[in-house]
Nanobody, 124 residues
Framework: VQLVESGGDSVEAGGSLRLSCAAS????????MGWFRQVTGKEREGLAG???????FYADSVQGRFSISRNYGRTTNYLDMKNLKPEDTAMYLC????????????????????WGQGTQVTVS
């Protein structure tokens, strides 16, 4: 069971990126998926989550700029980011959680048991 993120890059402010999270040996069909970011010395921040039923939830800091989605086979989920800002610079991680997770908890890292290694996003 493995989650592998990709798509991180260095971009200028105002730019866009699409991050991907591929599930290997694991199906996200029955899982809730979330995207988080981590800056050294700071707490892990929940950004976006998508429930098993497709409902989505976003942090205020990224609402309207970031969008979470998944492919038809539900083996990969994505985080589309636009209008990136220098403060978006971080390591971005995806995670999976089984069971029922209320919308308000989709951004709670403690709900998630499987994590990827992360992909770096740098905005200058």
């Amino acid at each position: 069971v493995q989650l592998v993120e990709s798509g991180g890059d260095s971009v200028e402010a105002g730019g866009s990126l699409r991050l991907s999270c591929a599930a290997s040996g694991y199906t996200v069909r029955t899982s809730n998926m979330g995207w988080f970011r981590q800056v050294t010395g700071k707490e892990r921040e929940g950004l976006a989550g998508i429930g098993r039923d497709g409902r989505t939830f976003y942090a205020d800091s990224v609402q309207g700029r970031f969008s979470i989605s998944r492919n038809y086979g539900r083996t990969t989920n994505y985080l589309d980011m636009k209008n990136l800002k220098p403060e978006d610079t971080a390591m971005y991680l995806c995670a999976a959680a089984t069971g029922v997770v209320p919308s308000r908890l989709l951004l709670d890292a403690t709900q998630y048991t499987i994590w990827g290694q992360g992909t770096q996003v740098t905005v200058s």
